[in-house]
């Protein structure tokens, strides 16, 4: 988009546009100013009259320039004097002087153009240091990465990208692409079909198949799938979800729970997007509780066909993402065998004849607007004896042979089910790592804003005071950088964990997707609600794109399963050491677990750590990990105990879990924090040197801040002293100041391209 | 809408309808048992042809009853079941035959009829106590106030009302009638159109004119202009917000800044809404920095006129509700005279032509979409030279006399401009009950969804557990309740002392304002928040309004001054013991005071009361108001003492201020926590006996919840051990426990009309 205004900057006017950007920067220019500016130009006999005409044209304070043509400016300013020495720039008229003239055989540094200019410098107020200061830091910043940065932002970004550089890279890329320009849509069902037909278009570059066969024309290339879709949620939010509900649940579901026989049939057109279909499994009455769904799927001998059924309202399925738009639906039911529930499994129901009308039997209802992701088609729906042919039960773990007869790998009907959810695990990895990407976005436009936004300062004359500067600002965007920085980590080891995963650690990895996908949606929730308010009014703006983050990613605290439900999960999975089928919510495995076995021990705990207030100790890899997985373990004991206590007095066994439903929560906190400093650890280790002292800073202050965020249990628990948890406090301001200087370079590693960012307060060097 | 649905139901179908009811309520009906009471009804000769007609109507599965008709159902059972006694309804059969033959000449109670019933009953597997409970509990909650409360919820809302029940109860019945119906609408401009015309009505309806002077129309109640201010937030915020741009800011400007010359001329067409005004103070470069606004106003002598005028992009008004339809605005800029500037003033600038077009050098646009609040017309406003007569400068606190002399009765020009702010403090006030207002439908709207929605429970047979019965779910809703309250008393305290105040308040009244719109907009934000989460998918749907709760208060913790500014404001107010003139913003007038004085006391404590955990102590109005005040008096100590250190170490001024503005906002914090807690004490001095008890309840909970929330400050400054702060725990969890069967009564005290609630979620019966 600056293309064009750059075309227009050439050497003569390079000379000059230094003035202008720091008298617009500083938003000083009065009409008379203005005037003054213009009469000093057309004295300028080095300038064509064309230039003056275009120096002229932004010298009217009701027509200022927009704010491409002020980052042009900056560009064109930055890419000349990044080449100069330092001391060819020490005045906004040497600078100008300077790049004018850079590859021009006759430079223009005459002593008629050199007084023309400092004219227009006095003139405006601007012949003191620190106004030349405001454009040459700029400068200088690019010159050592970004903003003075103490690393490599690019180098950073690396670690970050990891070994899905290519990948991401190549989203990065295609995103930037026009078609998925971010633009707001009020009108949903136009909304909705931009966004399918950018599915489309991903379906077209071939990015929606890397997680299938490459018989079937995919790329059997699991992790680069994940690595697609945290890109993607750098772009529009509804796209990600759509592009997740397509090719992750409907095509997860056909591929994870069917077999050759689906897979031949369904799951090349399903990846190029020329199937589209949905994942039916929420019902209105029966979300979290997926076991206890009411749609029936009864097999009638006669006809050796399946017969789909809500038998009452409140069994309608309901949030069904690409509703509307699909073809055909996999719908989770009770499948019922000659008069025996076999529990839920999923079968292939076709939603449209040829003509694309509802079949017979099929109701779909929109779910109207949403709070974000409108251009999703969420929507609802009944089946009345909807039937189709036997094959379309997705028979992985369940089938019904020819003679009528159910058959199943896995015996048990809960373990069976649980084992089909189980396969659907990556959604809720990738759901952690969409909600992080919004949350770095959120942190890069905030982040960018504070950086140029001045407001208040030591004195009324004087120059406000850059927002990122006040420390109140600090403490809210700095700690929720590094923590986003901790769950990035962690949760990509968990991806890796699952992409390599041959079964051993299928319990594990569902207790850290259940728990690292809570945690890091609820940290993105309350990060990008912090970023609306630290942008003031111009964060409410829709333009601004924190509105449209905190829309479209609210509701993921909520969906791949509830954040409280999933962590009571991670608790009972931890409570069993992983023995326990996951998501069963039978109280009575953990409790019988819990009885036999009693073998929680709790680390060496050095006393004398308790009052050790020295920065270097409370520094340390060593203090913070110990003081996690302190924390960790006590309370698991304490809640093993506490139940053991409920159970030993004969108390119902759904009783104590209520009892104790509160501290669960709490274990998995804390096991889940453990999880990821230790990701967080292994990170700085595996790291390039260069990038160990960086890494170190946002590892100690996650560490610090999550245990002072807990500070009253340590206390409580007399696992420190006051005056040790006081000294924490200020070690952790001043890693957060310390880290202020590197900020810019911490979010732009994050590597989100300036197209997908939009917010024109991210760019903006005026206001 | 229920009302054509009530006329089909007449005696002989309500004796069937409790069966029918429970049936579909529990959602077990399945095709073959709709079949069966089909061919029962047609055998109940007591029926007539239409009944069973009717009837039968609602026995397709594919068709069920939507949820106007269920509740319809609901309504003519409880209407009549209520005039019965316990006796004549201990089965749905019993309670059939009798509300069925209530009124009825010849009752139907034959023996056939009853046979036919109870085989009915026996059919649908409901012939239980279970199944009669579900509907009985129903009616009995309706017997004994709502749910079973402990207390009254129509004497607590009394309690609530306080003062203001006349004119709160006439909003209540004004904003039921249709012109306020909720409808989502996308398209901004036509919801724009939409909320004006609402605001037209109000204005009709006289409601816009209580803080103005009677003969100019108005009602001299300024009490009651806030109580309909926070009614109005029960209904559609966009219309609370462009009401109180229209009234309260731009009828504000010109009734408290302006003098008689203005009043006659334009307050009456302003209450009116003929006169269409806006507020235009904030700009694009200057929000919570006022004072240093760049729009300047220049006198000019030759004309008599002043000269309105933006000196550069940045300096155009932002975010000014009402911008693109008004006529008029109150513009704040720099007044110049005679080439003194004698700061910030606001002045009446015409904005349109007699045909409604813009008037030359008027430039305004629209800010676009925003997270919510898309009824509001908010724009950017730019002034290029404007001229208007001086007549138009609103002289109360500054004037021009007709020699072109500047005059003010304030002589320091910062005061002057900060005692103009000071006359709006009413609009701070008014945002934080607003916020209220929003945070107490969501309570209402997720509490009432979780009184009748059920997920999980002890096993796979039995009903599922109500999730309001979860503790999670309590933790989540309940404290939040508590808190509300504690907020609405304090809030309501704070509008008394505002309606009230000769002057000699003023100074408190802004800090107290500053500081409780703060909490009370933070707290809605979370509130929100957590109601949604709370809600899951269904929060997520437009439809149950938590979404355009969320979206539109969302800004309230920014506008009308920023809170992170704002709780500064609150401690420079207390550290100068409100001796201070408020926002000033120069730290020198502080540093001074903080030097001159230090009799800042702690009070008496206790050292015995550090392990004392008896429940009777914990739950004590004493030591909950010990441990309030201990925190703040501690706090503010400390902060003084750490502010003197620098300063004794010659530190500047202002980066003194930085390094302890943390600080400074937990201060703050302490200190509005300590004057909530003290409004919540008298509230219940003042309450009727009956109130007493749940009152208790509530500040019980609120003020151990709020210590909680500060455990580790507690446990690190050794005001409590360990010991203490867990008993705590266990006191605040056990009264959430006790709150829990009052909830329903707790949140239907807070009056919100049904047709303000409108989230389906709110009234579903079955789901």
Known sequence: MSSTTMTSINDRILTVLPLFYVGWSDSVLSPSEMKMIRSVISEMDFLEADDKKYLSSWTDPTNPPPEEVFRGWMRAIKEKATKLDASERK????????????????????????????????????????????????????????????????????VLDGDYKEVKERMRHLLRDPIFELKHEADKDIYRLRILEQVKALAAQGVSGYS????YGGGERHGDHIAVFEMLSYSDLSLTIKFGVQFGLFGGAVYLLGTEVHHRKYLEAMHRADLLGCFAMTETGHGSNVKGLHTTATYDSKTDEIVVHSPNPAAGKEYIGNALHSEMAAVFAQLIVDGENHGVHAILVPLRGEGGQ??????????????????VDNGRIWFDQVRVPRENLLNKYGDIDTQGKYSSPIKNPSKRFFTMLGALVVGRICVGLGSLSAAKKALTIASRYALHRRQFGPSDKGPETFIMDYPTHMERIIPAVAKTYAYDFALHDLAEMQVNDDGTDTRKIETLAAGLKSKATWHATHTIQTCREACGGKGYLQENQITDLKADSDIFTTFEGDNTVLMQLVAKGVLTEFKQSFHDDGSMAVIKFLLRKANYKISEYNLLHKRNTDYKHLTSFDFIKETFD????????????????????????????????????DVADAYIDVVTLRSFYHKIHNSPEDMKPILSRLYTLYGLDTILANKGWFLENEYMEGAKSKAIRKVRTKIIQDLRPDLHGLVSAFGIPDELIAAPIAFSEFS
């Open 91 to 158: 005045s906004l008229v040497d600078l100008g002087l300077q790049i004018g003239s850079v590859g021009v055989a006759n430079p223009k540094d005459s002593d008629a153009t050199r007084s023309a200019l400092q004219r227009l410098e006095k003139e405006l107020g601007i012949d003191n240091p620190m106004s030349a200061d405001l454009l040459l830091s700029h400068i200088n910043k690019k010159d050592k990465g970004s903003y003075n940065t103490s690393f490599s932002s690019e180098a950073l970004k690396d």
């Open 212 to 215: 299938f066969p490459k018989k």
């Open 358 to 375: 509802h079949l017979p039997g099929i109701k779909v209802e929109d779910c109207g607007y949403k709070m974000g992701l409108n251009g």
């Open 630 to 665: 302190y924390r960790y373990e006590k309370s698991l004991i304490k809640l093993s105990e506490r139940m053991r206590k409920y159970l030993s007095r004969k108390m119902d066994p759904y009783q104590a879990f209520l009892k104790t439903q509160v501290h669960m929560i």
